[in-house]
């Protein structure tokens, strides 16, 4: 059972227009929710990131919304530029005290940005 | 300012046959953890390290062991590889577990014939 689900395998957007990633999770004990880009051939590299506690997080063209009731959240690029054609990974974590057990992450989608 | 680095890059091993992965980061983050990536998939969790000196299986953990050697280094290993087990190898290590942001190396491409 898939815990952490990105529906959509590829999306393609024009240069300057917004670009809208989504990911819908199950496990109402995740508090704490990633998204990771990779490049072929390359690790992932962290993004942007959003605790349960917030509906929203902002960095530069970068922009995370949560919706709880919904376990639901979305990555926003504005404007989407080339180089941000890539594979993006939603992730989630759960902390229990201890301490987190790692990441669950999701298929990944495939953006790629026309020109 | 390295990061998290793997070697090796690429390995080709025969069934049966047995390897070590080496993970090292330079960033004195408490934890390390191993995932593998298989086609079409997202990453998942085979061990993870929370400090020096413990290990934890994580979801795939099976024909696997996992050393913390010191603060900076976490070796996978494979016994006796199977063709189950081509895949790529990510290592990555956090400072906080709280939020576990975690930071990747560049990967170890495996194929077991």
């Known amino acids: 059972d898939q815990q952490v689900k990105q529906n959509s395998p590829s999306l393609s957007v024009q240069e300057g227009r917004i670009s809208i990633l989504n990911c819908d999770y199950t496990n109402s004990m995740f508090d704490y929710f990633l998204w990771y880009k990779k490049y072929p051939a390359e690790g992932p590299t962290f993004l942007i990131s959003?605790?349960?506690?917030?509906d929203k997080n902002e960095d530069g063209r970068f922009t995370v919304f949560l919706n709880k009731s919904a376990k639901h959240l979305s990555l926003h690029i504005v404007p989407s530029q080339p180089g941000d054609s890539a594979v993006y990974f939603c992730a989630a974590s759960a902390y229990s005290g201890g301490g987190a057990d790692g990441l669950t992450f999701g298929k990944g989608t495939h953006l790629i940005i026309q020109p | 300012n390295a990061g998290v680095t793997q070697t090796p890059k690429f390995q080709v091993l025969k069934t049966g046959q047995s390897m070590t992965l080496q993970c090292a980061q330079d960033?004195?983050?408490?934890?390390m953890y191993w995932y593998r990536q298989d086609p079409g998939m997202g990453l998942r969790l085979i061990y993870y390290?929370?400090?020096?000196?413990?290990?934890d299986k994580g979801e795939v953990p099976n024909g696997y062991n996992v050393s913390r050697l010191n603060k900076r280094e976490f070796s996978l290993r494979l016994e006796s590889a199977a063709p189950s087990q081509t895949s790529v190898y990510f290592c990555?290590?956090?400072?906080?577990?709280?939020?576990?942001?975690?930071?990747f190396g560049a990967g170890t491409r495996l194929s077991v014939l």
């Open positions: 960033m004195n983050h408490n934890s």
């Open positions: 990555a290590s956090s400072e906080d577990r709280a939020k576990n942001i975690q930071y």
């Open positions: 959003i605790s349960s506690i917030k």
């Open positions: 390290s929370a400090s020096e000196g413990t290990t």
